[in-house]
């Protein structure tokens, strides 16, 4: 070997030995950093922040309700319109709730790194807090144009106007559940009871706070506004529980009207799933011929007590219809895919908005957290985004998950009540 050779050699050999052992060290140090990021300790940390951030949500989501009802209520005040400080704090701090909501579903499905579920919770937090500010604001400078040209007394004219209004449009609950339960089982209007109870309930809690302003009113060295207060939140809820009550009720009566066409769709369905079948290869065909007589014996099942709960039989047909897709998985043409979805939509719409309906009821009678409010958002999204597609297997798959959602929240919320009640 020649002496520059050796010399280039006797060079390079130690160096690239030095380059070798830092870049292994790097390596490990990268490796060290990214692995303390996702330990039990780092994912720990990013989920106190993450609960942190939904706490501020939930305040930001009542504060927005609050700020609601505050709007409709100054427009009787102001004659007929809100002033324009509550109205654009209003819409201010309602794309702020539903783009935080948005950000705080994207870190809580796991599949965020703990760096990223902090520094988008930090996010939330941000701004959050700063649309608390500006509703805070709003608020304070309403509260102030009250205090200086609304007297108690109109307060209380204006809150009984609306109780009365609500009045007027519950009509007779009673009337609402009677007709129900003489046709159907108590499970389909179970709900409709608990909404029809609850309304009556929250509208008697609303007189009596309504009846003690007015008492104070008369006294100067006493103050109305808990009374008030107390009122305004009582028919808030009774407002609530009495849309429940109208909902289930057409709910019910719709899905009465729909079984006949919802089991017959099914049926067709199976038939064209038949046809798909005789033309597998066996293995596939006999796991597709297994899965079809399975449906079709749930389906007759459904049947046998249709009549009695139609919501629960139009909810079990999509939920079939969505075992039946997927069974089918590619073995349908694009063609018999579509028409598959334009018949299974309207039952999973339907099963959707009854879902949706229950969910709603849940998280407005317990303090639901984050998560529930999340999924109760997603769904009413995904909802919309089903009545407005204009492809059927788009509106279908958006149905499909406005319902899972829906039952996300619903079981949240109901976790959150009895967790309160312990």
């Known amino acids: 070997m020649p002496e520059s050779a050796a010399s280039i050699l006797g060079?390079?050999?130690p160096a690239l030995v030095v380059f070798g052992v830092t870049a292994i060290a790097v390596a490990m140090i990268v490796w060290g950093v990214r692995q303390a990021r996702r330990s039990p300790r780092a994912?720990?940390?990013?989920?106190?922040?993450?609960?942190k951030a939904g706490a501020t949500l939930v305040q930001l989501d009542d504060e927005v309700g609050e700020l609601e009802l505050e709007v409709g209520l100054s427009g009787a005040l102001y004659g007929g319109e809100a002033p324009a400080s509550l109205r654009r704090a209003r819409l201010t701090a309602q794309h702020a709730r539903d783009d935080a909501f948005e950000e705080y579903r994207a870190i809580s499905d796991g599949s965020a790194s703990p760096d990223e579920v902090r520094r988008v919770s930090a996010r939330i937090g941000r701004q959050t807090g700063e649309a608390l500010a500006i509703v805070a604001a709003a608020r304070r400078e309403h509260g102030a144009w009250v205090t200086a040209n609304v007297s108690a007394a109109g307060q209380i004219?204006?809150?009984?106007?609306?109780?009365?209004?609500?009045?007027a449009s519950m009509g007779d609950p009673a009337a609402l559940v009677a007709e129900l339960s003489s046709r159907f089982a108590e499970d389909e209007w179970r709900e409709a009871s608990q909404s029809a109870h609850a309304a009556l309930s929250q509208v008697a809690i609303a007189q009596r706070h309504l009846d003690a302003a007015a008492a104070r009113a008369e006294?100067?060295?006493?103050?109305?506004?808990?009374?008030?207060?107390?009122a305004e939140r009582a028919l808030r809820q009774a407002e609530a529980d009495a849309r429940n009550l109208e909902e289930t009720h057409r709910l019910v009566l719709q899905a009465a009207q729909a079984v006949p066409d919802e089991i017959a769709a099914a049926r067709t369905a199976l038939r064209q799933a038949s046809v798909t079948h005789e033309h597998l290869a066996a293995p596939d065909a006999?796991?597709?011929?297994?899965e079809l007589h399975a449906i079709a014996q749930e389906l007759n099942d459904i049947e046998s007590d249709a009549a009695r709960r139609p919501t629960r039989t139009v909810d079990a047909i999509a939920r079939l219809r969505g075992r039946l897709d997927l069974a089918l998985g590619d073995a349908r043409t694009a063609q018999q895919r579509l028409r598959g979805a334009r018949t299974a939509l309207p039952g999973t719409v339907a099963a959707a908005r009854g879902a949706l309906a229950q969910a709603e009821a849940s998280v407005s009678r317990s303090h639901a957290g984050a998560d529930a409010r999340s999924r109760l958002l997603s769904?009413?999204?995904?909802l919309a985004s089903a009545r407005q597609?204009?492809?059927?297997?788009?509106?279908?798959?958006?149905?499909?998950?406005?319902?899972?959602?829906?039952?996300?929240a619903k079981a949240l919320a109901d976790y959150a009540r009895l967790s309160s009640a312990r």
């Open 286 to 290: 006999e796991r597709l011929g297994a």
């Open 379 to 382: 769904a009413q999204r995904e």
């Open 389 to 408: 597609a204009g492809d059927p297997v788009a509106a279908l798959d958006a149905a499909r998950r406005a319902l899972r959602d829906a039952e996300d």
């Open 43 to 51: 994912r720990a940390a990013a989920e106190h922040a993450r609960a």
């Open 11 to 13: 060079w390079l050999l």
């Open 157 to 167: 004219d204006a809150a009984r106007r609306r109780l009365a209004g609500l009045h």
């Open 219 to 230: 006294d100067p060295s006493l103050s109305a506004l808990p009374d008030l207060a107390a």
